[in-house]
């Protein structure tokens, strides 16, 4: 069974940066994607989270439009973690920000990444960003 544990988050500015991480274990598949998922303040439960970013176990990115270019997803295969810089942060990024993995996934295109196929979720960061 695979588990993730995340660090990291915080509050910031706007303009500042932060990074999170997310550790797994637990893994027994040769393929995995993983990656964020994020959900607004205010947001129920049940509403449908945001697909951030992701990457696949080769290391291919994928990266929703609102965070392109100011944020950066990449991996420590050494260590099973994978980090989430992010730098430029908006107000409108304020948020829950979930890791999540998926084993038996070749590759992923994050704005498509069913959330019924994952395996693990994080336990969750808060970020907030203040104007």
């Known amino acids: 069974m695979v588990e993730l544990v995340e660090s990291g988050g915080g509050s910031v500015q706007a303009g500042g940066s932060l990074r999170l991480s997310c550790e797994a274990s637990?893994?027994?598949?040769?393929?995995?994607?993983m990656g964020w998922f994020r959900q607004a303040p205010g947001k129920e439960p049940r509403e449908e989270r945001e697909?951030?970013?992701?990457?696949?176990?080769?290391?291919?990115?994928s990266y929703a439009d609102s965070v392109k270019g100011r944020f950066t997803i990449s991996q420590d295969n050494t260590k099973n973690t994978v980090y989430l810089q992010m730098n430029s942060l908006k107000p409108e990024d304020t948020a829950m920000y979930y890791c999540?993995?998926?084993?038996?996934?070749?590759?992923?295109?994050?704005?498509?990444?069913?959330?019924?196929?994952?395996?693990?979720w994080g336990q969750g960061l808060l970020v907030t960003v203040s104007s």
């Open positions: 999540a993995a998926e084993e038996l996934c070749p590759e992923v295109v994050v704005t498509a990444w069913d959330e019924n196929a994952l395996d693990a």
């Open positions: 637990g893994y027994s598949a040769s393929t995995y994607c």
């Open positions: 697909g951030v970013v992701a990457i696949d176990s080769d290391g291919r990115a």
